[in-house]
């Protein structure tokens, strides 16, 4: 039996390959792969598996939809410009106030909406420009932008590693706050400082010219205020757990929007920014519905088992010292299908041998966003090189990742292999 689920992972493998050297999309590829597993697993193509495999993430699609449909209309109603315009007129002469806030507009679109894709679209470009008028080379921007955009899609409270990696394992979304908050925080605030140290105070003037106005009505209260409802919605449910309903992220996402559609200073078409979150998304959601797929038929086919049991059966030794490797390669080739076809079995096999599984998903999760700019995929960094409008070669950006990258693959390694003493995070 071992045999012929090893065949089968073969062929889905050679299939995948065979796909993406046609130029077929990395979605595309797995939905293929998952077909060819089928017919040669002896089950055909099974309708009900693969329609089961397609909604197996729906909730986190929906999550993903709701939270980037809110920050689109925070951008189009002007609150995202009015900040940034905001803090440079502020802070343009103070480099190491202006790098933490700097820090932080990366970090929120990624984090509430759980893409990195999201922080390069909705401040990437203009946080390039602030960087630019820094003296900073457009390599070196688009490093920075791409470590804290793949940091910020890691950081809570949307983090779909963790998230799809915990619903395979069926454990409760809960604890992983303080465990991500924590190193997505200090490695980007060490990336940005590291690699934008040597840039000058910011040329307010040019900077100011080139960025978009904001809508003279806008104001600090109609920025924080939709932000605010959604915080508190989010702390209720936990402070009052057994009085209030449980609403869910969407719907926590839907409510910000709304205040935030009402205090608009600007009229929105809401239906036109609806429709280009759709598209904006469609990547994305496309990859989580085939990587459903791909799990699912894996599982039917017993090559999930195969790979569980080859990565539960390791030196553990060999598993911690490879996490540098294999996390980033499987993001590479299957972007967040890595999560649960990889991280289920390590993250058991880190639970069975006394390991806090919480903090050690949290120390993966930091990993895996490296990947994001490897071949074949390398979205968010094909992305950021388009955003920052980057004419150098792409290994230009690469070369000054380098740094941080081994920074991140330390810290996440280090909280794998220690997460049993960081278990106090969890309780916090």
Same mark, same amino acid.
């Given at each position: 039996?071992?045999?012929?689920?090893?065949?089968?992972?073969? !062929?889905?493998?050679?299939? #995948?390959?065979? &796909?993406?050297?046609?130029?077929?999309?990395? =979605?595309?590829?797995?939905?293929?792969?998952?077909?060819?597993?089928?017919?040669?697993?002896?089950?055909?193509?099974?309708?009900?598996?693969?329609?089961?495999?397609?909604?197996? #993430?729906?909730?986190?699609?929906?999550?993903?939809?709701?939270? /980037?449909?809110?920050?689109?209309?925070?951008?189009?109603?002007?609150?995202?410009?009015?900040?940034?315009?905001?803090? %440079?007129?502020?802070?343009?002469?103070?480099?190491?106030?202006?790098?933490?806030? +700097?820090?932080?507009?990366?970090?929120?679109?990624?984090?509430? /909406?759980?893409?990195?894709?999201?922080? !390069? $679209?909705?401040?990437?470009?203009?946080?390039?420009?602030? *960087?630019? #008028?820094?003296?900073?080379?457009?390599?070196?921007?688009?490093?920075?932008?791409?470590?804290? &955009?793949?940091?910020?899609?890691?950081?809570?409270?949307?983090?779909?590693?963790?998230?799809? /990696?915990?619903?395979?394992?069926?454990?409760?979304?809960?604890?992983?706050?303080?465990? $991500? *908050?924590?190193?997505?925080?200090?490695?980007?605030? *060490?990336?940005?400082?590291?690699?934008?140290?040597?840039?000058?105070?910011?040329?307010?003037?040019?900077?100011?010219?080139?960025?978009?106005?904001?809508?003279?009505?806008?104001?600090?209260?109609?920025?924080?205020?939709?932000?605010?409802?959604?915080?508190?919605?989010?702390?209720?449910?936990?402070?009052?757990?057994?009085?209030?309903?449980? %609403?869910?992220?969407?719907?926590?996402?839907?409510?910000?929007?709304?205040?935030?559609?009402?205090?608009?200073? !600007?009229?929105?078409? +809401?239906?036109?920014? &609806?429709?280009?979150?759709?598209?904006?998304?469609?990547?994305?959601?496309?990859?989580?519905?085939?990587?459903?797929?791909?799990?699912?038929?894996? /599982?039917?086919?017993?090559?999930?088992?195969?790979?569980?049991?080859?990565?539960?059966?390791?030196?553990?030794?060999?598993?911690?010292?490879?996490?540098?490797?294999?996390?980033?390669?499987?993001?590479?080739?299957?972007?967040?299908?890595?999560?649960?076809?990889?991280?289920?079995?390590?993250? $058991?096999?880190?639970?069975?041998?006394?390991?806090?599984?919480?903090?050690?998903?949290?120390?993966?999760?930091? %990993?895996?966003?490296?990947?994001?700019?490897?071949?074949?995929?390398?979205?968010?960094?094909?992305?950021?090189?388009?955003?920052?409008?980057?004419?150098?070669? #792409?290994?230009?950006?690469?070369?000054?990742?380098?740094?941080?990258?081994? *920074? %991140? +693959?330390?810290?996440?390694?280090?909280?794998?292999?220690?997460?049993? =003493?960081?278990?106090?995070?969890?309780?916090?």
């Amino acid at each position: 039996m071992s045999a012929s689920i090893e065949i089968i992972f073969a !062929v889905m493998v050679v299939s #995948y390959i065979i &796909a993406k050297s046609l130029k077929i999309s990395t =979605e595309l590829s797995m939905f293929f792969a998952a077909i060819a597993g089928g017919l040669v697993g002896g089950v055909g193509i099974p309708a009900r598996h693969i329609a089961e495999g397609a909604f197996t #993430y729906l909730d986190i699609i929906l999550i993903f939809f709701t939270a /980037t449909f809110f920050m689109n209309l925070l951008k189009e109603s002007g609150g995202v410009v009015y900040v940034v315009r905001g803090i %440079i007129q502020k802070f343009s002469r103070k480099k190491s106030i202006l790098f933490v806030l +700097i820090t932080f507009l990366l970090l929120l679109p990624g984090a509430l /909406t759980g893409a990195g894709s999201v922080t !390069v $679209l909705i401040t990437g470009g203009m946080i390039a420009v602030v *960087l630019g #008028y820094m003296g900073l080379s457009k390599p070196k921007t688009a490093a920075i932008i791409f470590i804290i &955009a793949g940091l910020s899609a890691a950081a809570p409270p949307v983090s779909l590693w963790a998230m799809l /990696t915990a619903a395979g394992v069926n454990m409760p979304y809960v604890g992983f706050f303080l465990p $991500l *908050l924590i190193p997505c925080v200090v490695l980007s605030l *060490l990336t940005i400082f590291i690699l934008g140290w040597r840039g000058k105070p910011v040329d307010l003037e040019k900077a100011l010219k080139e960025l978009p106005e904001a809508p003279p009505q806008m104001n600090w209260i109609k920025v924080i205020l939709p932000f605010l409802v959604f915080f508190i919605l989010m702390l209720a449910g936990r402070i009052w757990p057994h009085s209030l309903p449980v %609403i869910g992220l969407p719907l926590m996402f839907v409510v910000a929007a709304v205040v935030s559609y009402f205090l608009s200073p !600007v009229r929105l078409n +809401i239906f036109d920014i &609806a429709r280009n979150t759709v598209h904006q998304l469609l990547p994305l959601i496309g990859t989580l519905t085939c990587v459903g797929i791909l799990v699912q038929i894996m /599982t039917l086919t017993g090559v999930r088992g195969l790979i569980a049991i080859t990565v539960v059966t390791l030196p553990i030794t060999i598993v911690f010292c490879s996490l540098f490797l294999v996390l980033p390669v499987s993001e590479a080739v299957l972007m967040w299908g890595a999560a649960p076809v990889l991280g289920v079995p390590l993250v $058991l096999l880190f639970n069975t041998i006394g390991l806090n599984p919480i903090v050690a998903l949290a120390g993966m999760s930091v %990993i895996w966003p490296l990947g994001d700019a490897l071949p074949p995929t390398a979205i968010i960094g094909r992305l950021t090189k388009d955003t920052v409008e980057m004419e150098e070669p #792409y290994g230009h950006m690469l070369k000054h990742c380098l740094i941080p990258a081994i *920074l %991140i +693959i330390i810290a996440g390694t280090l909280m794998v292999i220690f997460s049993k =003493e960081l278990g106090f995070l969890t309780l916090l």
